[in-house]
């Protein structure tokens, strides 16, 4: 097998790592250079411990700094085996942030959209006015529904900047690690809408506390989540099946990585703990490939084994070699028997799912005039 790609950060940024674990909280918003080359000259010379700054700021404050010093931070991505990752709070997040997965994202969109008959959401939304995306990734759920409630503000958070910059002016995107406090406002939003964060959050019951804040009463939460662990109701899926393997090894990357996978079988209950009230769980399902002879079935197949088959290696390459401590050439190996399993029509497979969401309690807010 030839040489693996070299893994390597290109950060020449003297501001601090941002895997430390003091780490900004502060709420950073990401603003487009339009086009302009960042300039890092200077920077080596910065000393944050210099008198005329504020020790109350502490040595990893951002204050003083500009946006454009801000912007270069965000954007001075780290490079692992080839694959591309966000810079800010490095190490957060298992996933690259390079084209080819920010196509598989928007494959995975257009998949839920069909899982969903159409719609972006499940929640009996009305006229809300206020509408959080949490972990936006490009954007696109966020833009979709600023189209679809232009009354509202729609705002997505994401560690990456790269969401586009042409979008609804109810639209807006920020640079945030949602593990941190929030700085919202109580009872700031109508919706928040939670989609494919496993394996993001280090304590969803502490995360839903967030959520149960700062929603207004009568305000819904939406948790979109999918299995990692692919199953069969035939029976196909044996003990000894690599989709078994699979399963398992991500699990145990979520374990060791300390944020789970599992999410998708435990949201009604967190949510129910976190105080939430008229709590609805959807179970989906979508096949491994084609497999299944239910047209809906069928499409949906076709676009997971497309994704899959091209988005596993942004999926798990990071999370095995740095997490679980493979070699590159076994994680490459691992990757190689998923594609090849991928391509197996007589197993029917499949990933289950739930879309759960849920109300805070109180006088409904959302019909306005």
């Known amino acids: ?111 839920y959209y069909l899982t969903l008959d159409g719609k972006l959401h499940l929640a009996p939304l009305k006229n809300p006015q206020e509408i959080l995306d949490v972990g936006t990734g490009t954007g696109i759920w966020a833009i979709d529904m600023a189209d679809e409630y232009p009354s509202a503000k729609v705002t997505g958070v994401d560690l990456s900047p790269i969401q586009p910059s042409f979008v609804p002016p109810n639209c807006v995107f920020e640079i945030d690690d949602m593990t941190l406090p929030w700085t919202y406002s109580p009872n700031q939003f109508d919706f928040i809408h939670v989609r494919e964060m496993f394996g993001c959050i280090p304590d969803w019951d502490e995360f839903f506390r967030q959520c149960y804040m700062s929603l207004r009463p009568g305000g819904y939460v939406e948790v979109v989540e999918h299995s990692v662990e692919p199953t069969s109701d035939d029976g196909s899926v044996g003990p000894d099946h690599f989709y078994r393997l699979w399963g398992e090894t991500v699990v145990q990357s979520g374990v060791q990585f300390g944020k789970t996978f599992t999410i998708w079988s435990e949201s009604a209950e967190r949510l129910k703990r976190a105080g939430f009230v008229d709590v609805v769980e959807v179970d989906y399902k979508w096949p491994m490939n084609g ?29 095995l070699t740095s997490t679980l401590g493979w070699p590159y050439d076994r994680a490459q190996i691992h990757l190689a028997q998923m594609r090849a399993a991928l391509r197996d029509y007589k197993t029917r497979a499949y990933l289950p799912g739930t879309v759960v969401y849920a109300r805070k309690p109180g006088s409904s807010v959302l019909c306005r005039d």
């Not at 390597?8 to 003297?14: D, F, I, K, R, W």
């Not at 411990?49 to 270069?72: E, H, N, Q, V």
């Not at 957060?92 to 994202?105: I, L, M, R």
């Open 1 to 111: 097998m030839a040489a693996p790609p070299p893994r390597h950060s290109n950060s020449s940024t003297p501001i601090r790592d941002s895997s430390n674990a003091n780490a900004p909280t502060t709420r950073d918003s990401f603003y487009p250079t339009n086009g302009e080359e960042d300039d890092d000259e200077g920077l080596e010379d910065v000393d944050y411990r210099d008198d005329d700054l504020d020790s109350a700021y502490g040595d990893d404050s951002f204050i003083g700094d500009d946006t454009k010093t801000m912007s270069c931070y965000i954007t001075d991505y780290r490079f692992e085996f080839g694959r591309r990752y966000h810079s800010y709070r490095d190490g957060a997040y298992w996933g690259p942030n390079d084209e080819t997965a920010n196509e598989q994202q928007d494959v995975a969109h257009h998949m």
């Open 291 to 319: 497999w299944s002879s239910d047209p809906k079935m069928h499409e949906l197949g076709r676009w997971n084994q497309f994704r899959l088959h091209n988005g596993v290696e942004g999926f798990m390459l990071r999370l």
